[in-house]
């Protein structure tokens, strides 16, 4: 976990990085993806028949081929917000007899070409798992059973058969479920207080896990820091044997928190991520606090936080009913090094994050009919995915600071903004990464690395100047490999990422 030390401006930076400090174990889960029924993420970006790019399923191969490359563990379907009036019934059997229906998240209309044997046929493609989210909006808790049966009943049940009928005979075995998504919203079909969220997902979460023990039942939180936050967890966080279950496993695994951070300007743009950081922070306290309140048992196990959507948007630039389609900059590609520094450093926490999303809507990959585009934070996910794992290592970093506004202003007073943001994992191929953000516009930081040693690997991920982007048909941002000796110090170049890499 990177510690601070403040320095004036004209001091020299330090990094110290230490890989006998194993502090925590980086759950893989946090490279996780999203995929909603929203803009062109799956009819036009992942599913796309008739198009020569797609296969016999209508999967676009080469978003396929690409995807694999960031090896993603799981990824979250069929919403976000479209789950609120979605019936899974009507994306199963025949697909014409599928109905198509007027769709009330982003006012579409939603054919039912694509659903549950589609996306799990996808993500075995893709070599993910899959995390369904249940319909708090206008679905029952029959139904939800029933989506439950149809993905891992192995009995002779009906959804189970019906599953078989549709051509798929074993069970997908689907563990992560969400119990609603952001039923706080105003946004939200079948909005609910947090006094009624509570009530529902305790009794749903009672009789999914009565149906099946072994699922990941993931209760909706808002941003963690919030009421509703401590809320939900204080009624739901109880004892597998309590007043309100006989359950032999607890109900509640996972507590989700979603934040998009964003500015037109550069520094409060990357250092907005921060605000997950102290979110992570007070959500875990929350979980602490909940279980200490509810007198839950010490060797009960402890959820994590799944932070299940992430990223940079500006829903008024990329408006969800126009499809969120956003043109990334490279200053953007700094905060999603920025946020992904935090998930390394929250290890402990955080249990699994999911960018949103995974294709076109807001998102770093964009196909046309014609081809694909990694846009400038791809290559941040894709340096942090392939590298960042294994376990948080101790870190400490002496810099001077960026002092000016935040985006939210509240970070300003509750982090420390450095100009280098940093994390440190040690991967089971006992190599230590580091990934040093510097967030300056304008200066090269000169800066000692201790603990660096022998032929140390370098990519870097940067552009001429922040408001560069890929999406103009060129590539201006990448990544860059070189080799550095570990002697003397190492210049972290303005508006970069660096990602130091060096045998223990
Ligand atoms: O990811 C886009 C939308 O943002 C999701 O549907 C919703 O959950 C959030 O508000």
């Known amino acids: 976990m990177a510690t601070f030390t403040k320095l004036d401006d004209q ?10 400090r194993k502090i925590s174990k980086i759950n893989p889960n946090i490279y996780s993806g999203f995929t909603e ?4 993420c799956i009819y036009g970006g992942i599913y796309d ?3 020569p790019l797609s296969d016999e399923n209508g999967f676009r191969t080469d978003v396929l081929e690409a995807l694999k490359g960031l090896n993603i563990p799981v990824v979250r379907y069929p919403g976000g917000n479209f789950c609120a009036t979605y019936h899974w019934l009507d994306g199963v059997g025949p697909k014409e007899q599928r109905p198509s229906r007027p769709e009330l998240a982003w006012l579409g209309t939603e054919t039912n070409q694509f659903g549950t044997d589609e996306f799990m046929k996808w993500c075995e493609a893709v070599g993910t798992e899959p995390y369904l989210c249940f319909n ?3 679905g029952t808790l029959d139904e ?3 989506w439950v049966e149809y993905c891992n009943g192995t009995g002779n049940t009906y959804y189970a058969n019906l599953r078989r009928k549709n051509g798929r005979e074993e069970p997908y075995n689907v563990k992560y479920w969400a119990l609603g998504n952001e039923c706080w919203g105003p946004w939200q079909v079948e909005q609910m207080t947090k006094e009624a969220y509570a009530h529902k997902a305790i009794q749903w979460a009672k009789a999914l896990k009565l149906l099946d023990p072994s699922l990941i039942l993931i209760l909706c939180g808002k941003e963690g820091a919030t009421t509703w936050d401590y809320y939900t967890l204080k009624e739901c966080l109880v004892p597998a044997h309590s007043a309100l279950s006989t359950s032999s496993v607890p109900l509640i695994d996972m507590h989700s928190i979603h934040l998009y951070t964003s500015s037109s300007s550069h520094l409060p743009n990357v250092t907005a991520p921060l605000a997950a950081e102290r979110a992570i922070e007070v959500t875990s306290s929350l979980i602490d606090l909940a279980r200490v309140e509810n007198q839950v048992p010490p060797d009960q196990l402890r959820p994590t936080i799944c932070f299940d959507e992430w990223n940079v948007w500006d829903p008024i630039r990329a408006e969800g009913s126009q499809g969120a389609e956003e043109s990334y900059t490279l200053s953007d590609a700094l905060a999603v090094a920025v946020w992904l520094n935090v998930f390394v450093r929250k290890s402990k926490d955080v249990g699994m994050a999911n960018i949103a999303q995974t294709v076109n809507v807001i998102s770093p990959l964009m196909t046309t009919k014609e081809g694909i585009t990694k846009q400038t934070t791809w290559w941040p996910l894709w340096l942090f995915s392939r590298y960042m794992r294994g ?3 101790g870190s400490h970093v002496s810099s001077g600071t960026y002092e000016g506004e935040t985006k939210p202003a509240w970070v300003r007073g509750a ?5 280098l943001d940093v994390s440190a994992s040690l991967g089971e191929d006992g190599y230590v990464n580091v990934a040093v953000v510097n967030i300056s516009e304008e200066k090269d930081f000169e800066s000692r690395v201790e603990g660096a040693t022998g032929e140390v690997q370098v990519f870097t991920v940067t552009g001429a100047d922040v408001s560069v982007s890929n ?3 060129k590539e201006e941002v990448a990544i860059q490999e070189s080799t550095w000796s570990a002697s003397g110090s190492y210049v972290f170049p303005k508006h970069s990422l660096t990602l130091l890499r060096w045998k223990a």
């Open 11 to 20: 001091e020299t930076p330090v990094i110290s990085v230490h890989p006998e």
């Open 37 to 40: 029924h929203m803009g062109r």
């Open 49 to 51: 028949p008739g198009n």
């Open 136 to 138: 708090f909006g206008t």
């Open 144 to 146: 939800a059973l029933g």
């Open 391 to 393: 376990w948080t290592i």
């Open 415 to 419: 982090m420390q903004t450095p100009w």
């Open 471 to 473: 999406m103009n048909g």
